[in-house]
Each structure stands twice: as C-alpha cells, then as structure tokens.
C-alpha cells in the first residue's frame, strides 16, 4: 500500500511544513478558526484510532462511538464525582474502553465472527451502551451530563482553559498518534498485524497467534479512541448518550480514514481536513440561507464516501503522494 511505503525528502520536508504550519495557525486565526481546526484534529486523531483496527489488522468496526463514549463518561464522573482530574482519569478510561473492547473481540474471534457480522457485533455493543447510558441517572441519563464551567479559569492540569489550550491538546494527540502508529506498523506487531490482513490462514501457518494479534490491535484501538473520547468530554463539557453513542458518530470516526487511505499513517489526517471544514462550510451556507434542511450534511458525507469509493477506492493520500512524489515508488528504494 503507497501510503506506507518510505517518504520521500520531498514528502517529510512538506509534512514538517505542514506541522509547522498547524502549530503557528492559532496566532493568525480568528476564534471560530480555531474551533473548526480544533474539531479537524479531533476527527483526524479518532481516525488513525480507528485505522489501527481496519487498516492494520483488517477488523471492521462499526460501533467506535462506544469507546468514545466510555472514555468520556468514565473521565467525565470521575471529576464530577470524585474530583479526579483528566489526566488520571484518563488512564482508568481507556482501561474500560480496553475491556469493552476485550469483550466484543473475545466473543467474536473465539466464535468465529467476522467481517460483516463482527461490524455488526460492534454496532450491537455501540447501541446497548447508547441505551444504557440513558438509564443511568448518576451520570445524567439521557438528560445529558454536564461538567462544570469556570469563566476565566486557566488550569491546563485539569483541561479547564481557552480554546487554545484544546487546540494545542489535540495537536498533540494526531502527532502522538501519527508516531505511535508508524512505531507499531515496523515493530514485531505491526507486521503480524498485516499479514493477518492480508492472509490470515498463511499467517497462522507461519506462527502468528491470530487471536492474540487481533486482541492486541482491539485492545490499542480502543484504548486510543477513549482517550478522544476524554477530550470531547471536557472540550464540550456536556454528554448526551443519543449523541456520544449514535451510529452516526461512529461513521463520523471511520469517515476520514476511508477518504484519505485506510492502512495509511497520513491518510486519516488528510482525510479529515477534507471532509470535516467542508461540512462545516455546508453548514455554515445552510445557516446563512435561512434553509431548514435537517440530514443534508450526512448527505453530503455520503456522497463524499461514493465518490472516493468509485474514483479512489484507496483514498486520496495514496493517489497524491504518488502524483507529487511524496513517497518512494516501486523500484527506487526506501
């Protein structure tokens, strides 16, 4: 797959550019800017969570707003309950993401669930937590469950501050995610992982245990995308299970994956700076018409994932690296 072969000179002096750019963009942009990028890298980082499973280990998931949702209520009671801040919170989120994750991989490996039906396992999981979560008064239920608000207060310890502060957090995050996948994709792991996409019966006959590298890659995903899911927590400071859990959220994660490349380290990246100020310009023209048009930006996201799969069924990142020459071709070495 292009997208994981070497980059070029040429590609890591653009994407250094380009990191460059994204940490200096807060000093130019206005407020809403801001907010848009801000919303950008969340998706592109629940995105690269998400590839891990798909892109690497080849598991279809259709239920990822369940990790979402875990790492946001977990974290979210905790510092509403007991006064635990974000960041060790966090630790104890991502362990019941992990879990759920663990459970929903356990009942279908060990019984021989997969492709379609494993997708469908993890929707079924995703829409029982939704249900739940309803029903659970100590965190809202479906009233909503709000953390509190400080005008003024700056205190990053407990991700309480400025728009900036969550800008810079999930900068943080895409770049953390974008190292920690290229680290995995080249160690021991990683290569497992693909040759149970590619061939998982060679794989087994090779040596590879596939229920334990499918585990792992569940398990890694899920405990990433929780860690969104912390941020979105205390980013929006208020939770609605109909919203947290929805499918729709769950198309919203795989989305930017699928447009920029799955199996990519760059393509979720692209993917989401393509598609989400898009829709957020949509909405934008939507409002300033006047327009009552409820589902129109879903719409648009569908027919956004048709083009892509008619035009560019491996998404664009690999199409463009090729085209720039922004990663080595066939023949020229790593």
Not at 181 to 188: I, P
Not at 246 to 269: H, Q
Request: net charge neutral; with cysteine; hydrophobic share 55%.
């Amino acid at each position: 797959m292009s997208g994981l072969k070497g980059v070029t000179g040429r590609g890591m002096v653009l994407l250094a550019l380009a990191a460059l750019g994204l940490a200096v963009a807060p000093l130019v942009a206005d407020r809403y800017l801001v907010s848009v990028l801000t919303t950008v890298l969340w998706f592109a980082y629940v995105g690269q969570a998400w590839n891990v499973m798909m892109g690497f280990s080849g598991l279809l998931s259709l239920g990822h707003a369940l990790y979402v949702g875990l790492g946001a209520y977990v974290s979210a009671a905790l510092f509403v309950h007991f006064g635990i801040g974000p960041w060790a919170g966090m630790v104890l989120a991502m362990l019941v993401a992990v879990a759920a994750g663990c459970t929903i991989g356990f009942l279908g490996f060990r019984f021989g669930v997969k492709g379609v039906h494993f997708a469908l396992l993890t929707i079924a999981f995703a829409e029982v937590a939704r249900v739940g979560f309803d029903h659970i008064g100590w965190v809202g239920g479906s009233g909503g469950f709000f953390l509190p608000v400080e005008a003024g207060v700056s205190d990053p310890l407990n991700l309480r501050g400025s728009p900036l502060l969550f800008y810079y957090v999930a900068l943080a995050l895409v770049l953390g995610a974008l190292v920690l996948s290229r680290l995995l994709l080249h160690s021991r792991l990683g290569y497992q992982w693909l040759a149970v996409r590619e061939e998982p019966d060679a794989a087994e006959a090779s040596g590879v245990d596939l229920f334990r590298a499918r585990m792992t890659a569940v398990a890694v995903s899920a405990a990433l995308t929780a860690l969104g899911g912390v941020f979105q927590a205390f980013y929006f400071n208020n939770l609605f299970p109909e919203q947290v859990f929805s499918m729709g959220r769950s198309i919203e994660i795989i989305l930017p994956a699928i447009v920029g490349g799955i199996g990519t380290l760059v393509g979720p990246i692209l993917g989401a700076f393509i598609l989400t100020p898009l829709g957020e310009l949509l909405t934008f023209l939507i409002e300033a018409g006047g327009l009552d048009l409820p589902g129109l930006k879903q719409l648009f996201y569908g027919v956004a994932l048709v083009v892509i799969v008619v035009f560019r069924p491996e998404g664009v990142w690999p199409w463009l690296a090729r085209r720039l020459r922004l990663v080595h071709q066939p023949g020229e070495g790593a």
